[in-house]
């Protein structure tokens, strides 16, 4: 049977909202909380759409052949995953859903698995889902069909237009994430080697800067947010986790700023005393390799000091309605995002007081 554009347009609306209740239920119950699934804001996964309309597309000539139905469906559907997959991944450096623990897979994209599920689906859908659907949708008058459609379609794009933004502010917050923690990475090391380098330091500067490794020591999970429950609602949960996370990076700043002061001072007293011409110029240039790094880590300070809270809350809700999701390009990144939403499975008994 030929359907006119806007029942094809009803058919995958109504197919990505099917999709989206599957993936909802079976996810919240996985979570033992209520979790929006899919990449927009809306109730719809457009991949099952469009993979409804490809399997009824390829399998509308063979509609008495399950066989066909099911290999063709199983064909169309798997390319589409990997295809959409690749492309997410590419234009986000995100992936949205991972089957590298599958065993046969490629390259995370699909899996054996899941391309045999997607027949099985096929087969549900022609024989099952679709006849009950197809006959309510053709009863539904030729100007309902054309105005509902089009009404759905404006929402479609708008919720895909604002998602895509949220994607790409993503993407940005860990683009930047991961340039300040590798910059911020790369002063240490300096410090720690400017630091080794002063020779013969005094008795209180060595008790000096070992007081303040070990108090870094005790600052390194900075990156690791504590899972904690609580009588507060999500959004507070979230503000709490950032707070926490400003107060350990704002107590790491002040470390590595004491240490490398301490540094300097010593060096401005070896400085004063009886050494050799060769010997000043290596503690000068040891001089200057420490005040390059404080201002160095003022500017990672400013830069982390200027993602608002809100970037972190949209990243963190974002991740918890694609809860599979990883990131390979900003896997640090992404795990410090990520545990601004850990905890959830601790939170079924906190009361949502918003």
């Known amino acids: 049977m030929q359907y006119t554009q806007a029942q094809w347009l009803l058919f995958f609306y109504i197919y990505c909202f099917l999709g989206w209740i599957w993936e909802t239920c079976y996810v919240s119950l996985l979570k033992r909380e209520w979790v929006n699934r899919g990449f927009l804001h809306g109730p719809i996964l457009p991949i099952y759409g469009f993979g409804a309309i490809i399997i009824l597309w390829l399998t509308m000539p063979f509609k008495d052949n399950l066989l066909h139905i099911y290999v063709l469906g199983m064909i169309g559907a798997t390319i589409l995953e990997y295809v959409t997959g690749a492309a997410m991944e590419r234009l986000f450096h995100m992936r949205y859903w991972d089957y590298s623990h599958h065993p046969f897979n490629l390259n995370g994209h699909i899996s054996l698995l899941t391309s045999l599920g ?18 309510l949708l053709l009863q539904v008058a030729y100007y309902t069909a054309e105005l509902l459609s089009l009404i759905l379609t404006v929402i479609f794009v708008a919720d895909t237009t604002k998602s895509v933004q949220s994607a790409l502010d993503m993407k940005e917050l860990m683009t930047k994430l991961a340039e300040n923690s590798e ?48 009588q507060r609602s ?31 001072q010593e060096i401005h007293i070896q400085m004063q005393s009886n050494i050799s011409d060769s010997e000043q110029t290596r503690l000068y240039s040891l001089l ?67």
């Open 118 to 135: 997607w027949g099985f689906f096929s087969v549900l859908l022609v024989e099952i889902l679709h006849p009950p659907i197809e006959q």
């Open 183 to 230: 910059y911020f990475a790369m002063l240490e090391d300096k410090l720690n080697a400017a630091s080794a380098n002063i020779s013969q330091g005094s008795q209180e500067f060595q008790e000096h800067i070992q007081r303040i490794e070990k108090d870094l020591q005790d600052n390194i999970a900075i990156y690791q947010q504590h899972k904690e429950a609580g």
């Open 234 to 264: 999500r959004k507070a949960f979230l503000l709490e986790k950032l707070l926490e996370r400003k107060d350990k990076k704002s107590r790491l700043f002040t470390l590595l700023n004491e240490k490398a002061d301490a540094a300097i």
């Open 288 to 354: 200057t390799q420490l005040n390059e790094f404080k201002t160095g880590l003022k500017r990672v300070e400013i830069n982390m000091a200027a993602r608002k809270d809100k970037e972190y809350q949209v990243a963190a809700n974002f991740i918890r309605r694609n809860p599979s999701s990883v990131s390979r390009r900003f896997k640090e990144a992404f795990e410090e995002i990520k545990l601004l939403n850990e905890s959830r499975h601790e939170r079924h008994n906190i009361k949502d007081t918003k």
